[in-house]
């Protein structure tokens, strides 16, 4: 094995620069070539590839984002476009390849690794932590931080009596990020999309809450299957006529910042494993961490099972969401 090359793809994440760097300098350490390929599958099948040089990742561990760009690219799922990417792949002489991503990233490079014959190892980078096989991805950390400190500022405001606050988060359709930024910064409740939201409960839960509380917050995961912040602020409206409604959407200040100490030392050790997993010829796994020891897991299952919140977690945890 002598080049190895990385892509980051799907929804940027904080850390992803860092696993970049890693990758890098463990490339450098085992006499390999890494090859950067710029903005995901698109880069990919276009040929735009970089040899990257030690000083390419000097300064980016602490950057959000990704230096190499990541894409959306639906073209990728085309057998045909593939095969331009098949092509660039043998004519620029990789041989092994590490995806950076998110579960369609890792869908794609399944089958890219079941067309080309060469190793390919996944990373997960993404905010929203919903990957079987690992209990925290690249950035989730980072994100749950960033909705926190903002929520926090929500509650510096909210001091006027019978407001509710409801506070919109990511995670697609995953809970994480809202029922663990919940439980970190005091909400009243939250409403993930693993569980099922009763508006007329919860306007019953606000009311008692509201008994002489200045003001309740409520974090509404953007999946939530009855609908965003918004969408939750006008179905409970005629549940709530007493008390003035508030919505904030965090949007995409939650996909930035600098990644935390956590995301980036998980970064960086599973960017050195990705790296030494090609060198054993392994191929489609994903790395991810368990009891602060680093696992891996076939994409097969990554992909293809479901990670869920302990929406259950200790009782008195759950039950000072809704006291
Ligand atoms: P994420 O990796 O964050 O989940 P996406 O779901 O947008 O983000 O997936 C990223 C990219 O992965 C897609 O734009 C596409 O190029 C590729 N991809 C996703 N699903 C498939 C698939 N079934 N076949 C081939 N490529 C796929």
């Known amino acids: 094995m002598k080049k190895i090359a990385i892509l ?6 904080p850390g992803m620069n860092t696993a970049i760097r890693a990758i890098t300098k463990a490339a450098f350490h085992y006499n390999l070539q890494a090859v950067g390929i710029k903005d995901g599958y698109d880069g990919l099948m276009a040929g735009r590839f970089v040899n990257m040089k030690y000083t390419d990742v000097d300064n980016i561990i602490q950057r959000g984002g990704t230096i190499l760009g990541s894409a959306r690219s639906p073209e990728f799922k085309n057998k045909e476009a593939r095969k331009e990417a098949i092509k660039n792949i043998k004519d620029a002489g990789i041989d092994g390849l590490i995806v950076i991503g998110g579960d369609g990233s890792f869908r794609g490079a399944k089958i890219l690794a079941e067309e080309v014959n060469i190793p390919v190892i996944g990373l997960p980078g993404t905010i929203d932590n919903d990957l079987y096989g690992t209990e925290a991805t690249i950035g989730y950390d980072t994100a749950l931080n960033t909705i926190v400190s903002a929520i926090d500022n929500i509650r510096d405001t ?24 919940a439980i970190a910064s005091g909400a009243e409740s939250v409403l993930i999309p693993e569980t ?47 008390f003035r409604l508030r919505t904030t959407i965090l949007g995409h200040i939650q996909r930035g910042g600098s990644p935390s100490y956590f995301d980036r030392a998980l970064a960086t050790r599973s960017g050195i494993m990705a790296v030494e997993l090609l060198l054993d010829g392994k191929t489609q796994q994903m790395v991810g ?18 990670a869920i919140p302990k929406v259950e977690k200790e009782e008195l945890l759950g039950k000072l969401l809704t006291l």
């Not at 974090?219 to 006529?241: F, W």
């Not at 009891?291 to 479901?306: P, Q, R, S, V, W």
Request: proline share 1%; no cysteine.
């Open 196 to 242: 099922i939201t009763n508006i007329e409960a919860l306007a019953k839960q606000i009311k008692s809450q509201n008994k002489g509380r200045r003001s309740s917050i409520i974090i509404v995961a953007e999946g939530d299957e009855e609908g965003g912040a918004m969408d939750i602020m006008r179905k409970i409206k005629p549940h709530l006529e007493d």
């Open 8 to 13: 980051t793809s799907g929804g940027d994440a």
């Open 289 to 306: 961490i368990k009891a602060d020891e680093l696992i891996t897991t076939d994409f097969k299952d990554a992909i293809g099972k479901h």
């Open 158 to 181: 909210a001091s006027s009596h019978k407001r509710v606050f409801f506070v919109e988060v990511m995670g697609r359709n995953s809970g994480f990020l809202a029922l663990n930024s």
